[in-house]
């Protein structure tokens, strides 16, 4: 799955550095327009406790929730299933397409179908499913993934979303008029809404007491197919839920503020129940979020609730680009939860951090996320996922600075020799070099100068 | 009032001017300074690694070289900030805590402890400040630009009282600079071009001198304005804030 570590994946990124400065502003100015609507409202903070205390209420009750909620859910009668992880959720939405006979199906928007790989699942099965979501059927078309939770074709220019429709849709060549590119994706996706049997769609809220739930969309396509559709399949991981239908108030105020900087998303549609004729299931899926529940250092990072703020203020998700995170959720919040999927397979994201802290800050529900990577650190260390050099490196350091007549040697030689400092673990081939110099080497160490001019 | 002036590692050995000025800036406030020899380093370079329990021996040795301190100051907000959370040794609970207590980064010991109004310094340039990550949003130096909440800055009041001083505003005010511990070499092309473009907001909007809590930050800037050459120059806040008139 994974074809490079972030860092190597980041610098091929970089290497075009034009359109790492367009990638950066265009996300910063996402950044901005946030900004701008939570400086709107002066309850801001108050709704960010509010939203971070509701979250960890449930999270401390999640299975009485889920059952309240699994219970309601029946009444209305939706068809609840739950799945144990990727596989099983994959299964149970196959079965439903065998069972229906279905061949025609859509899909809007869902981070939990990206994360089980639903669509490669069921092209195994020679199955197609059609994202609508416009970001996501360009990327989709191009075999990608998508790059970004809310944005998933942030990293693509108008010129190359020109391109690939006129490779898979036949538009006018070079023609790159986003009004025109967007048109043209409505026509073709017109056709598969008319023609699916069966809608996907996620779920952005799921309220335990009334056993319904909240997709929310700007483009009006999770609708679109839904109602158009017989059978809709809603996944949703079991973190999703909130108590009450009146915390809602609270969520949908913060999460388009927080993901665009819009006062509410276009669509924030709410389901409760199958329309006569139609059936309607719910996929509720656990996939290691439950062992994270449990981990008392990082339970915190499931009152997510997918905004992207995180990714849209990380510096360093502004110059790498989505996809070298290598994994279906990115940015800062991908960083805390991935390596509960898989710690091997993502022990490089923790470190993919300066720790600066601004995602905590603009976390609409609170997640300590960069106290979280620090935290992943230790525990990536300690189960032994980190290269054997880095060990040793940290070793001689550790020595060296313990024990101060060796610190002040090392000091003595690190200043001749210009190769040393103290959190560079030294090499030769130290990357420092390679696009900055070492500062000048004074002529004597500050505790030097102490010995002569105040003792 | 006795003081203790922790000087981080790399600050000892790379900028030992900085350390002077921070010295000599608190002795005018007429406090008795002492700088303990066998202090080292505060375990952050290993921890912010993975590494945080290799870090005792680091922690016993500071605990031995700052308990007898009225107060510890350091003119570093991110080896400040990393003592003020991970600064534990078993058996000796009380003596950590009570330093993470009395631990201050410099700019905030002079505007909450001794609550300066005026300083007799002199800096006639123009001056970008760089938020260091640490000192702000960790150690709350001053408001951050997420929040909705009501502005402030320790270092910028500080600045403001600088003669001469013109502190020019940026496009980006508290982005982080790429630094970030072992970061600037394993993600070396993150961590340079998020300190590229610092430098280049800097320069956009006429700095001459950037300065910061932490030369930490600096050091990595000063790395990439060296090899471009460039003019434009970093200085810590208390060479500053020490800056005798000419
Ligand atoms: S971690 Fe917070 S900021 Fe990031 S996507 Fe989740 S809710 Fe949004």
């Not at chain 1, 699994?70 to 149970?92: C, F, P, R, T, Y």
């Not at chain 1, 898979?168 to 996706?189: C, I, M, V, W």
């Not at chain 1, 017109?190 to 700007?218: K, P, S």
């Not at chain 2, 320790?154 to 001083?165: D, I, N, R, S, T």
Request: glycine residues 6%; aromatic residues 8%; neutral net charge.
């Amino acid at each position: 799955m994974k074809a490079m570590e972030h860092a190597q994946a980041a610098e091929a990124f970089i290497r075009d550095e034009a359109r790492t400065d367009w990638h950066d502003e265009t996300l910063w100015f996402v950044r901005q327009k946030r900004d701008l609507a939570a400086q709107g409202l002066p309850e801001w903070e108050q709704l960010r406790d509010w939203a971070s205390g509701i979250k960890n209420h449930t999270l401390s009750n999640l299975s009485q929730y889920l059952a309240l909620f699994e219970e309601n859910a029946l009444k209305n009668g939706i068809k609840v299933h739950w799945a144990m992880d990727a596989v099983e959720h994959n299964q149970i939405i196959h079965q439903i397409i065998k069972e229906g006979k279905i061949c025609r199906m859509v899909k809007s928007k869902s981070m939990l179908t990206e994360e089980c790989h639903l669509n490669a699942y069921l092209a195994a099965q020679g199955i197609e499913v059609i994202d609508t979501d416009l970001g996501e059927r360009i990327v989709q078309l191009r075999k990608e993934a998508p790059s970004h939770i809310v944005l998933p074709a942030i990293h693509l220019k108008k010129e190359d979303v020109s391109d690939t429709f006129n490779e898979f849709l036949d538009t006018e060549k070079g023609n790159n008029d986003p009004q025109y590119l967007t048109e043209s994706a409505r026509q073709h996706l017109r056709d598969y809404f008319v023609g699916a049997e069966l809608a996907i769609t996620g779920v952005n809220f799921a309220i335990a007491e009334t056993g319904g739930f909240v997709v929310c969309t700007n483009e009006g396509n999770a609708d679109m197919g839904a109602h158009a559709a017989n059978i809709h399949i809603a996944c949703m991981g079991i973190e999703k839920l909130i108590p009450k239908a009146e915390h809602l108030g609270v969520f949908l105020r913060l999460l388009a503020r927080s993901a665009t900087g819009q006062p509410i998303t276009t669509y924030s549609s709410h389901f409760h129940r199958p329309r006569p004729g139609q059936q309607m299931h719910l996929v509720i899926v656990d996939n290691g979020r439950s062992r994270q529940l449990g981990r008392a250092d990082f339970r915190n990072s499931l009152k997510c609730i997918r905004c992207a703020a995180c990714f849209n203020t990380c510096p360093v998700y502004r110059r790498s680009g989505g996809h070298s995170y290598h994994t279906a959720v990115a940015g800062p919040i991908g960083s805390i939860l991935n390596p509960n999927i898989d710690m091997k397979a993502n022990a490089d994201l923790p470190f993919a951090s300066t720790l600066c802290g601004s995602c905590s800050n603009v976390c609409p529900v609170k997640i300590d996320i960069h106290e979280q990577l620090y935290k992943w650190r230790q525990v990536l260390v300690k189960e032994g996922h980190v290269p054997s050099s880095k060990k040793t490196g940290m070793a001689a350091m550790t020595l060296v600075l313990s024990k101060p007549t060796l610190y002040r040697l090392a000091g003595k030689m690190g200043r001749v020799a210009l190769k040393y400092a103290p959190f560079v673990v030294n090499n030769s081939l130290n990357p420092w070099y390679k696009q900055r110099d070492m500062p000048q080497a004074p002529e004597e160490s500050f505790r030097e100068w102490y010995q002569k001019n105040r003792k | 009032m006795k003081i203790g002036l922790f000087i981080p590692c790399y600050i000892d050995q790379f900028y030992p001017k900085a350390a002077v000025a921070a010295l000599e800036l608190l002795e005018k406030m007429g406090l008795e300074v002492y700088f303990p020899k066998n202090q080292t380093c505060c375990g952050q370079p290993m921890a912010n690694s993975g590494f945080e329990h290799l870090t005792t021996g680091c922690n016993r040795l500071f605990i031995e070289n700052f308990s007898s301190f009225d107060y510890i100051v350091c003119p570093s907000g991110s080896c400040v900030m990393h003592l003020k959370e991970h600064l534990h040794l078993s058996g000796h609970d009380q003596q950590a805590k009570a330093i993470r207590e009395k631990l201050y980064e410099l700019t905030e010991f002079l505007t909450d402890i001794l609550e300066i109004n005026e300083l007799s310094a002199s800096f006639p340039f123009k001056v970008g400040l760089h938020q260091s990550c640490h000192g702000q949003r960790g150690l709350k130096l001053s408001q951050m630009t997420e929040l909705v909440a009501p502005a402030f800055s320790k270092p910028e009041k500080l600045l403001a009282m600088v003669k001469g001083l013109e502190l020019i505003p940026l496009n980006r005010k508290d982005e982080c600079c790429g630094f970030g511990g072992t970061f600037c070499v394993t993600e070396e092309a993150v961590s340079v071009k998020m300190g590229k473009d610092r430098l280049s907001d800097h320069l956009r909007n006429g700095a001459q001198y950037i300065t910061a809590t932490d030369l930490s930050c600096l050091m990595h800037l000063e790395g990439i304005l060296r090899r471009q050459k460039s003019s434009l120059k970093i200085i810590h806040i208390a060479e500053i804030l020490n800056h005798q008139p000419l």
